[in-house]
């Protein structure tokens, strides 16, 4: 299927860990084409439990996608050899987890940690870019391996600081020199951080792999002034086929509110499925 449209199933709850079963039948009735679930959420699952959601999804015609930002103890570009060491354990894991259901992309902060601090001590960040390179040159290959594509995501200044423009993640990705490694490009971070839509989409051209979709306040698309015909223009021009997928986030409390920065009600009392509903809709007609 080109551009499948998704949603990432944190937008309905406050905390990561949950079942995900219920979250199969609700996306297909508000419309989507796939689910996006925390990589790492599932790894800690039993294995039969994690065959029981991608069956499910299966028998929908539900697609599954992956996201996830790694915790500091596990952060792929530290300095401190035990904690770069077991970040790498800790993926290769879930890397494996996803494969048994499948494989597919798994897309987010798999490079480093989130949300992230830049150390007060340093300079620069070339020795941490080293150093989650020698991770990822590990990792990529045992991906591919396990038909797992990784994706690093471009995220803005205020939640990392690795990778903030498209630019630094071509030339990350580049690097790696791996068809397991990757791409994800996110509307809410561009907006802050690139200067042209357009222009960043083109540059990551063939190693785009996803698109996360948000508008400027991270209400559902179509609910903002997010530039969506420039946006699918530039889609065009690459003939971009991955997964459309939005991350809206407009209710705070828990743990996913304090880690996204959801400090009041963005909507008062607002219908999420209903809204869910009409942005999978908006994105079918203007993106796809």
């Known amino acids: 299927m080109k551009r499948p449209v998704g949603i990432f199933y944190a937008y309905w709850v406050h905390e990561w860990d ?10 297909k009735r508000l ?45 792929l570009s530290s300095l401190d050899e035990q904690v770069r060491c077991r970040g790498v354990d800790h993926m ?27 150390p007060k001590d340093m300079d620069g960040k070339a020795l941490m870019r080293d150093q989650s390179l020698k991770s990822m040159r590990e990792l990529a290959p045992f991906a591919e391996d396990q038909g797992v594509m990784l994706n690093v995501e471009v995220i803005n200044r205020f939640e990392q600081f690795l990778l903030n423009t498209c630019a630094e993640a071509v030339a990350y990705v580049e690097e ?19 200067d042209s839509f357009e222009e960043a989409i083109r540059m990551a051209g063939n190693r ?39 991350e ?25 499925d209903g809204l869910a509903e009409q942005a999978a809709a908006f994105v079918k007609q203007r993106l796809r």
């Open 176 to 194: 790696i020199n791996s068809p397991a490694c990757n791409i994800l490009l996110d509307t809410f971070h561009m907006n802050i951080e690139e």
């Open 31 to 75: 419309g989507f084409d796939l689910l996006e679930l925390h990589a790492a959420v599932l790894a800690h699952r039993d294995r039969a439990y994690r065959l029981k959601v991608k069956e499910k999804a299966d028998k929908e015609g539900i697609l599954l996608s992956y996201g996830m930002g790694l915790d500091k103890g596990y952060d």
């Open 248 to 272: 809206p986030f407009i209710t705070q409390g828990g743990s996913i509110g304090r880690a996204i920065g959801v400090w009041r009600e963005l909507m008062q009392n607002p219908d999420l």
């Open 18 to 27: 949950v079942d995900f079963l219920p979250f199969v039948d609700r996306v």
């Open 92 to 118: 290769k894991k879930i890397i494996k987890a996803i494969g048994e259901m499948g494989g597919g992309l798994i897309s987010g902060t798999v490079h480093s940690y989130w949300p992230a601090v830049f």
């Open 208 to 246: 785009l792999a996803e698109l996360h979709l948000g508008e400027p306040n991270r209400k559902p698309p179509g609910m903002g002034r997010m530039p969506w015909g420039e946006i699918k223009q530039a889609l065009d021009a690459i003939n971009f086929t991955g997964p459309l997928v939005m």
